[in-house]
């Protein structure tokens, strides 16, 4: 993104330098972007900590997931001014959660090289804002449509998520404000038959949640 091509650049020399018969042929570039006047600042409950405590392995699950106690903190996005705004997560540990069929799944980190330890995921869930009931919506295909999801929806990589309403005939994005959201997480440790817990181990999932303007 941004970045130039350093082949094109030469060859664009070579057209320049070439007899003018052979110059006739060019293409054009165009810039495009949009300064929003509104900035957005989101954030969470607890610090956007999620402490398990203390886990004894012989309490684990030996051939299957053990699923922690789910945790909610609150998701809030606080702007200067009503703002269109999506949301996308992105896994600092990416490739190394343990359940490969949750493909909205973060990683806790490995242990030993590669041993995968576990998985948890990211659902956002009954918005509010200013008072108003809005709906979680997800977006495959970078914002140019929406599906509104009164359940909620999962925060990750592979799509936007934003909040609005159906009230124009489809599901879209709603400027806002202030908007406070809950953020599920829900945890699993990977069958303690795959990993070596001969000394203490350490969860260490780590995401982060990036805020786009639409």
């Known amino acids: 993104m941004g970045r130039f091509n350093l082949r094109g650049h030469a060859c664009g020399l070579l057209l320049l330098l070439a007899p003018h018969a052979l110059a006739a042929s060019s293409v054009d570039l165009t810039v495009t972007g949009l300064i929003?006047?509104?900035?957005?600042t989101p954030t969470l409950s607890q610090g956007g900590v999620v402490d398990?405590?203390?886990?004894?392995?012989?309490?684990?699950?030996?051939?299957s997931s053990t699923w922690l106690a789910p945790v909610t903190?609150?998701?809030?996005?606080?702007?200067?001014?009503?703002?269109?705004?999506?949301?996308?997560?992105?896994?600092?540990r990416a490739g190394t959660a343990h359940l490969d069929n949750y493909e909205h799944g973060y990683g806790l980190g490995l242990i030993n090289g590669d041993q995968r330890?576990?998985?948890?995921?990211?659902?956002?869930?009954?918005?509010?804002?200013?008072?108003?009931?809005?709906?979680?919506l997800m977006s495959l295909d970078a914002g140019q449509s929406w599906w509104q999801?009164?359940?909620?929806?999962?925060?990750?990589?592979?799509?936007?998520?934003?909040f609005g309403n159906d009230e124009s005939g489809q599901a879209a994005p709603v400027a806002l404000q202030n908007?406070?959201?809950?953020?599920?997480?829900?945890?699993?440790?990977?069958p303690t038959s795959s990993l070596t817990l001969t000394e203490e181990v350490a969860l260490d999932g780590s995401?982060?949640?990036?805020?786009?303007?639409?």
């Not at 398990?52 to 051939?63: E, I, M, Q, T």
């Not at 999801?149 to 998520?161: F, V």
């Not at 908007?179 to 990977?190: F, G, K, N, Y």
């Open 36 to 40: 929003v006047p509104s900035a957005c």
């Open 52 to 63: 398990y405590g203390r886990l004894a392995a012989k309490d684990l699950n030996a051939d």
């Open 179 to 190: 908007v406070t959201s809950e953020l599920s997480v829900d945890t699993a440790i990977a």
């Open 207 to 214: 995401a982060t949640a990036e805020l786009f303007y639409l």
């Open 117 to 136: 330890l576990g998985t948890y995921l990211l659902s956002v869930r009954k918005p509010v804002s200013a008072g108003v009931t809005l709906h979680p």
């Open 149 to 162: 999801l009164p359940e909620g929806t999962w925060l990750s990589a592979l799509q936007m998520t934003a």
């Open 73 to 92: 903190l609150q998701l809030s996005v606080n702007c200067n001014g009503p703002t269109l705004f999506a949301l996308r997560g992105r896994d600092n």
